[in-house]
């Protein structure tokens, strides 16, 4: 009986009419309450007139305090209804997301499971060349990372909201952080090309290294993995200006869509074209990049010409001056950014 709210053939159950009525119902009412009361009240004004009546006995002073309280808790009954609709809504659009993430999640833990299966199946039951046994040794490490992978993302997002991530936050050099990182992970890109451009060898700001190296981590995971180019690349540029700082990630990759850009930030969220590309996901990386900003008090935008044109995510920092990120702020803002 639960699902009959979304047959399509019971219409008069749907929230949206049930919801157009109440409000028509309730205006109509209050419409009328007027109407009326304005109506009898001019009727009244012409018995007063006609037989010389005192007109406090017919009107007491009370009577449009009562209509103004009436008029009021109607209007608060039709601002309740319309946040009750706005949040029905927005429970059933976070119930979508969540049904689309658990499918594609679970695919994405089948599919490099069942792969893994098949390849150690084939060294079981077969006599395998040295070199037969590198290559499908190699499809299976890309399994394994994948794997790998979309478990981390469930679990760096567990870790962030429930605040299990430590809150020390250090001063440090972000163009030195930057660089160590690529170097650091250049294994994992060792078929793309990473740059580091800075007009200054020194960004010093208060950050929290674990956090700060997972954005860093889904910023360039996500360039190389939707991208069609022989040769993936990624330049991340420092930008200082007057008042801030804005590190740019640019890449070659496949693009965003203009319809795109303001949703790719939301949890669960996947491109409508990311499967078409053959690219799978948990739909959480981009929705980490997002929250992480927050929680150091910057912001982080992506813009893109649209296909084939590759997309750039810049971070926006404040100046280095105003940078005065402490640790022990570092979960209040936690819990403003983590958000279903």
């Known amino acids: 009986m639960t699902f009959q709210i979304y047959n399509p053939t019971r219409w008069y159950l749907h929230p949206v009419f049930i919801f157009a009525c109440s409000i028509i119902s309730l205006a109509t009412a209050l419409i009328l309450t007027i109407y009326w009361y304005m109506d009898i009240t001019a009727a009244l004004e012409v018995i007063i007139k006609k037989f010389h009546i005192d007109p406090g006995q017919i009107f007491p002073s009370r009577t449009g305090m009562t209509i103004l309280v009436l008029t009021l808790l109607i ?71 994948r794997l790998t992978e979309n478990i981390n993302s469930i679990l760096n997002l567990a870790r962030i909201e429930s605040r299990t991530f430590g809150a020390e936050s250090t001063r440090e050099n972000l163009v030195d952080l930057v660089q160590g990182f690529c170097d650091r992970n250049r294994s994992l890109f060792h078929n793309s090309k990473i740059t580091v451009e800075s007009p200054s060898p020194v960004f010093i700001y208060s950050v929290n290294i674990l956090l700060f190296e997972m954005l860093l981590m889904n910023l360039v995971s996500n360039a190389v993995k939707y991208n069609s180019s022989d040769i993936p690349a990624v330049r991340i540029v420092f930008r200082p200006r007057k008042q801030r700082l804005m590190i740019d990630f640019v890449d070659n990759g496949i693009g965003i869509e203009q319809a795109e850009i303001k949703k790719i930030f939301r949890k669960f969220y996947q491109a409508s074209d990311s499967e078409s590309k053959g690219v799978k996901g948990s739909g959480l990386g981009l ?45 209040k803002m936690i819990k403003k950014s983590v958000s279903w």
């Open 75 to 145: 209007t608060v009954v039709l601002a309740g209804i319309f946040l009750a609709f706005i949040y029905y809504q927005r429970t059933v659009r976070l119930f979508r997301l969540q049904h689309n993430f658990i499918y594609n999640f679970t695919h994405e833990l089948k599919t490099p499971v069942t792969s893994l299966k098949i390849y150690l199946e084939s060294f079981l039951r077969h006599s395998l060349s040295v070199e037969e046994i590198r290559k499908y040794s190699r499809f299976m490490l890309d399994d394994v990372t």
């Open 287 to 331: 929705y980490l990049v997002f929250s992480i900003a927050r929680i150091h008090g910057w912001k982080v935008a992506a813009r893109s010409r649209g296909k084939g044109f590759g997309a750039v995510f810049t971070l926006y920092l404040p100046g280095q001056g105003a940078d005065n990120l402490k640790g022990r702020n570092l979960w």
